[in-house]
């Protein structure tokens, strides 16, 4: 079989020909950042494929298309794989377009475009916060006219948090739409509005194969969220028990979702769900791996690799059992940015119940907001056999690292860097 990778990531985290095994043609077009910088260990890299097309201006552009036609042209590839959200429309319309088989465009679009991801699920009676879209600025009026606010305004076909406000009142909202120009268009802007509710976030990831889901288990961020990364606040999440009394239910729920969307015969899923004071409410469902080292914190529970496992499936192998409860409990722990100077960050860590403590940037650097819910400036997975157990762990983390690390309030703007996106 011959295989096209669309990819984004690091090539030292996804090796692909590794998972895929022999017998295949590998053909790459990548982001060049995903290369290593070292000449020896790219080369390596890129020898493990039969054709590679590193691009420095991968993200939107066009030439990610016009080289997977050439690349077709010269060696017909049966299948097309792309495990990036920012990847999924564009993997599908090349499907679609070559006749080849995978999630097709309109199976992409109900995982990408939140509005008609809703409007699915509200048709099949899945429990759902009000929302309406929101091209235009009386958009946002009539539907607080409605629903009164706080609101959510949030990019239809968002990712990591990009973009998402909670606007208060009307002064906010105004500012914003003085802000998103889109909105005094014609055309308008691809926004999606929503009432906002207190919630507890659950994200329950997992993985189908052949029509049938093979893993899927909760976990929680508890009073942390991912807006609340973007004002620099930690973020944790720990996997649930087995004998969580919300586990049957939340379970429950993402099947419901997954059965009401065209879902693809063989994906890895990452859906949110908010326990609200009312019961749990539906958020969204993503077609692909969640980021923020989350597919590190599902290894560490079940010792499984979840996009290890998709690409050996895609590829026809046959996967190893696997088990219906984690093992162990995964937790991790995201330290985002603020803007300054890093005087200091932390050292070695010795926290008992951390197995990992990264820190991604070097003392002297100067730091600014993060952008999305995975920017960070260190990050930590945690392990325990129980979720308080785990959380006990990041506690005691986030004293360490917040009494360890010093950033310096800048007296004048600077240009600063985020930290890192996992």
């Excluded at 005087?343 to 730091?367: D, H, K, N, Q, Y």
Aim: aromatic content about 6%.
């Amino acid at each position: 079989m011959n295989y096209l990778i669309l990819n984004r990531s690091a090539l030292a985290i996804r090796p692909y020909r590794e998972w895929m095994g022999d017998g295949h043609r590998l053909l790459l077009i990548t982001d060049a950042r995903a290369l290593s910088a070292d000449d020896e260990i790219r080369g390596g890299q890129l020898a493990s494929f039969d054709a590679t097309v590193p691009l420095v201006d991968y993200h939107d552009s066009v030439l990610v298309e016009r080289e997977a036609l050439r690349l077709h042209a010269e060696f017909g590839f049966d299948e097309i794989i792309a495990l990036s959200e920012f990847d999924l429309l564009r993997a599908a319309r090349l499907r679609d377009l070559l006749g080849l088989r995978g999630q097709n465009e309109e199976s992409a679009i109900a995982f990408r475009d939140k509005l008609v991801m809703k409007d699915l699920l509200r048709e099949a009676g899945v429990p759902l916060a009000p929302y309406a879209p929101a091209a235009d600025a009386t958009s946002l009026i009539r539907f607080t006219q409605e629903h009164g606010f706080p609101i959510v305004v949030k990019p239809r076909r968002g990712g990591g948090s990009m973009g998402i406000e909670i606007l208060h009142d009307e002064d906010e909202l105004w500012n914003y739409a003085t802000r998103t120009t889109q909105l005094g268009t014609d055309d308008g802007a691809p926004l999606l509005v929503e009432a906002h509710v207190e919630h507890e976030l659950f994200h329950i990831d997992g993985l189908v194969v052949d029509g049938h889901i093979q893993l899927i288990w909760p976990s929680t961020q508890g009073t942390t969220t991912c807006l609340g990364m973007l004002d620099g606040h930690m973020l944790h999440s720990t996997m649930l028990d087995a004998d969580d009394p919300r586990l049957d239910d939340l379970r429950k729920l993402t099947t419901t979702a997954l059965e009401t969307l065209p879902t693809p015969t063989t994906t890895i899923f990452h859906a949110e769900i908010f326990g609200t004071p009312d019961g749990l409410v539906f958020n969204e469902i993503a077609s692909r791996m969640a980021g923020g080292r989350i597919e590190e914190q599902i290894r560490l529970g079940f010792g499984l690799h979840l996009p290890k496992l998709y690409i050996r499936a895609l590829a026809g192998h046959e996967l190893p059992r696997i088990p219906s409860e984690p093992a162990r409990i995964g937790g991790l722990a995201l330290f985002p940015p603020r803007p300054g100077l890093l005087r200091a960050v932390p050292g070695e860590c010795r926290v008992p119940g951390i197995s990992s403590f990264t820190v991604s940037v070097a003392a002297g650097t100067r730091l600014g907001t993060a952008h999305a819910s995975v920017d960070n400036f260190a990050s930590a997975l945690a392990v325990g056999s129980t979720r308080a157990e785990v959380e006990q762990a990041i506690s005691r983390l986030r004293t360490w690292v917040e009494a360890e690390t010093v950033i310096e309030p800048e007296t004048e703007p600077q240009t600063a860097t985020g930290g890192t996106t996992a």
